[in-house]
Nanobody
Framework: VQLVESGGGSVQAGGSLRLSCAAS??????????MGWFRRAPGKERAGVAG???????SNADSVKGRFTISQDNAKKTVYLQMDSLKPEDTAMYYC??????????????????WGQGTQVTVS
């Protein structure tokens, strides 16, 4: 499985970005899975941001509820993270992750076994 993130960049506070994570190597039509977005800010530990599984169930961290939305396009095998009302504290490297099963803990990094290379988001 390969995960490739894109869409990061620099924005002013209050702005928006949409991150994309393109997955290959999955059989989306027949397998259970969970996809997650995580972030690591300078000097901080990696933290779960949002997760979505194959039936469309989503989870969001409290810090991003009402501002970030995770979604997926199964035909494109792509997961998105729409980030609105961005704050300077959202500045981090954002990573996409996947696991080929559903999980009760979609915001826990130890649930995932595939990771992308990350995309930087900077909010000033």
């Amino acid at each position: 499985v390969q995960l490739v993130e894109s869409g990061g960049g620099s924005v002013q506070a209050g702005g928006s970005l949409r991150l994309s994570c393109a997955a290959s190597g999955y059989n989306y039509n027949y397998s259970s899975y969970c996809m997650g977005w995580f972030r690591r800010a300078p000097g901080k530990e990696r933290a779960g941001v949002a997760g979505i599984d194959d039936d469309g169930s989503t989870s969001n961290a409290d810090s991003v509820k009402g501002r970030f939305t995770i979604s997926q396009d199964n035909a494109k095998k792509t997961v998105y993270l729409q980030m609105d009302s961005l704050k300077p504290e959202d500045t981090a490297m954002y990573y996409c992750a996947s696991v080929n099963r559903r999980t009760w803990y979609p915001l826990s990094a130890n649930q995932y076994n595939y990771w992308g290379q990350g995309t930087q988001v900077t909010v000033s």
